[in-house]
């Protein structure tokens, strides 16, 4: 549950900037049911009225509903922009990064560095709840399990949240310091599961259904949230319904590549709808061509000009060289994808981990339209 909105099948498609847009989520949406959240939106941004922000808070006309994510740094602007949310009816639910391990966020003490200011921490998400509450928004926050090893935040971050009215917690099983590296601890989300009474929804390395029935069978969580395994596979989402909805014995879907070429060009119309020309939309697609035929036997001259189309007759043209009937790698399957960037330490501000109930808002830290 999700305020008073029920999930079913529990499943998230995890907030990704430059990905989750209202082309992607449609796509995804045709596959199975689940909750869809959009890019991430910096709050100043929003509550500024920032054209290109506003742009980006869009939604299709079937979207019942609206999945926000919003990064805040500032209680005020944080309550604000939730205000707005309820106002303008812009969503329906509000979900807060605090997961973000970009170093020139953490940099300024946002993202995933915040939590370890506790006070301010609590400071945003008790107002951004209480702005939330007027419109019946559910307020659900996102967060890793700490800076790193030594400074682990989140079963302390969890019961604040609790403690504040969010509906539910989401975690991001990597602490800031490893990024998108090694494995998530799908322990630690048993361990927060164990702490909290409110909905606890586990993220991190589910590739597959079967990988998310794992982890609810691993953690005792409510829901999954699931990111870098639908890259290039929107058709997960039809994976984890029908593991959700059957159990371990499910069929998993495995499209031969004319059915991911058929997709694939129709995630390319919708972002060349989305975005408003073939240029923009082909350019955007571009990014999404290596993951959708990765494992794929294609030639190494048509990938090139895949990755340089510039029109939607120059796709289908190009797609229409591929051969249909070649079954899907089913070598990938449970393979990570997306990112997998090293470890690297995590860059913060002058004396951040020494105060932890300073609850002084960081200078600096809103950031642009992007995130992690
Ligand atoms: C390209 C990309 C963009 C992301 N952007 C965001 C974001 O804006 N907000 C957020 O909370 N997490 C963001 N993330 C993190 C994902 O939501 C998710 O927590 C992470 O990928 C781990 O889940 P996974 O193992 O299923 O991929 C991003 C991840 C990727 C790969």
Redesign the pocket.
């Known amino acids: 549950m999700l305020g008073d909105r029920a999930v079913n099948p529990p499943v998230v498609l995890?907030?990704?900037?430059?990905?989750t847009n209202v082309a992607f989520r449609r796509l995804c949406r045709e596959q199975g049911g689940g909750v869809y959240v959009c890019?991430?939106i910096t709050t100043r941004a929003l509550v500024e009225r920032i054209p290109k922000t506003l742009k980006m808070v869009a939604f299709a006309e079937d979207e019942d509903f609206r999945s926000l994510?919003l990064?805040g740094v500032d209680p005020d602007v944080t309550a604000a922009a939730v205000r707005m949310v309820g106002e303008d009816g812009l969503a329906d639910h509000v979900?807060l990064?605090f997961?973000?391990p970009v170093p020139k966020v953490t940099r300024r003490g946002g993202g995933s560095a915040l939590p370890w200011r506790r006070k301010l921490f609590g400071r945003i998400v008790r107002q951004a709840v209480e702005a939330a509450r007027p419109y019946g928004i559910p307020l659900t926050i996102?967060m890793r399990k700490g800076i790193d090893d030594d400074h682990l935040t989140y079963v302390e971050a969890g019961l604040i949240a609790q403690e504040a009215g969010v509906a539910a917690v989401a975690l991001?099983a990597?602490t800031a310091e490893q990024r998108?590296s090694g494995q998530?601890d799908w322990d630690a989300i048993a361990t927060l599961k164990q702490a909290l009474d409110v909905p606890v929804l586990g993220?991190?390395?589910?590739w597959e259904g079967s990988d998310a029935l794992r982890m609810v069978a691993h953690t005792g969580v409510d829901g999954v949230?699931?990111?870098?395994?639908c890259?290039g596979r929107p058709w997960l989402f039809a994976d984890l319904e029908a593991a959700f909805t059957q159990g371990a014995d499910y069929k998993p879907v495995l499209p031969m590549l004319g059915e991911v070429a058929k997709i694939m060009s129709r995630h390319a119309e919708l972002l060349v709808d989305a975005l408003g020309d073939e240029k923009h939309g082909c350019a955007d697609f571009r990014k999404h061509i290596a993951w959708y035929l990765k494992g794929f036997p294609v030639g190494g001259e048509l990938r090139r000009r895949l990755s340089m189309v510039a029109s939607l007759a120059e796709l289908d043209d190009l797609l229409g060289k591929l051969d249909p009937g070649e079954p899907f790698p089913v070598s990938e399957l449970g393979q990570p994808r997306?990112?997998v960037n090293a470890p690297g330490k995590v860059t913060l501000p002058q004396g951040w981990l020494d105060s932890r109930d300073d609850d002084t808002v960081p200078e600096g830290a809103e950031m642009e339209n992007?995130?992690?």
């Open positions: 995890a907030p990704m900037a430059g990905i890019e991430m994510q990064y979900d990064n997961g973000c996102k991001h990597r998108y998530a993220n991190g390395d589910i949230v699931v990111g870098r395994g890259l997306g990112r992007s995130g992690g």
